[in-house]
T-cell receptor, first 113, second 114 residues
């Protein structure tokens, strides 16, 4: 079946650092989404991307929809403590060949001890 | 507040017991789904529904039943709980299965089967 390969699995951040994570697939999608999950809560949508090559920002977050439609990345600039949590990429195809939203396995952001 | 409501938040079951996880949404969404989240496994789809009276299996349906008698509610039933079903369960909803706006998630039910 379709799979999203998300990396890294985990990373430690120090306040002020920039963070990058990415998601790849062997399948083509026409929608890529990035979610964040805080401890004890459900995932919340951060950014949605609908067009190949599209670059979209939401505050300190920037995400891009890969030109091949098989990948996406998320950058967080100048990280702050409240950025810790699990970030999930997700993808689907809307329109004719609809499928359910599928998820990567997540990138866990923690604060450096 | 409008959204997806899941109950209970926590539950401990003994092996072999049955229970129903409740999910309700007040956004008039046609699509509803259940995911389970296990460490390192991400979110895996159990069952989904594209409207009242219509349900279908996802990636990991074994051991779970669903029904959709109303637009608002989509309960998940465990007929005979097993330790392998220890997980965090999330209900999600959206206007349609392939919506460009993604899905709205509930806050989850943490289930432990002993």
């Amino acid at each position: 079946g379709q799979q999203l390969n998300q990396s890294p699995q985990s990373m430690f951040i120090q306040e002020g650092e920039d963070v990058s994570m990415n998601c790849t697939s062997s399948s083509i999608f026409n929608t890529w989404l990035w979610y964040k999950q805080d401890p004890g809560e459900g995932p919340v949508l951060l950014i949605a991307l609908y067009k190949a090559g599209e670059l979209t920002s939401n505050g300190r977050l920037t995400a891009q929809f890969g030109i091949t439609r098989k990948d996406s990345f998320l950058n967080i600039s100048a990280s702050i403590p409240s950025d810790v949590g699990i970030y999930f990429c997700a993808a689907l195809n809307y329109g004719g060949s609809q499928g359910n939203l599928i998820f990567g396995k997540g990138t866990k952001l923690s604060v450096k001890p | 507040n409008a959204g997806v409501t899941q109950t209970p938040k926590f539950q401990v079951l003994k092996t072999g017991q049955s229970m129903t996880l409740q999910c309700a949404q007040d956004m008039n969404h046609e699509y509803m789904s259940w995911y389970r989240q296990d460490p390192g496994m991400g979110l895996r789809l159990i069952h989904y529904s594209v409207g009242a009276g219509i349900t279908d299996q996802g990636e990991v349906p074994n051991g779970y039943n669903v029904s959709r008698s109303t637009t608002e509610d989509f309960p998940l039933r465990l007929l005979s709980a097993a330790p392998s079903q220890t997980s965090v369960y999330f209900c999600a909803s959206s206007y349609s299965r392939g919506t460009i706006y993604g899905y709205t998630f509930g806050s989850g039910t943490r289930l432990t089967v002993v």
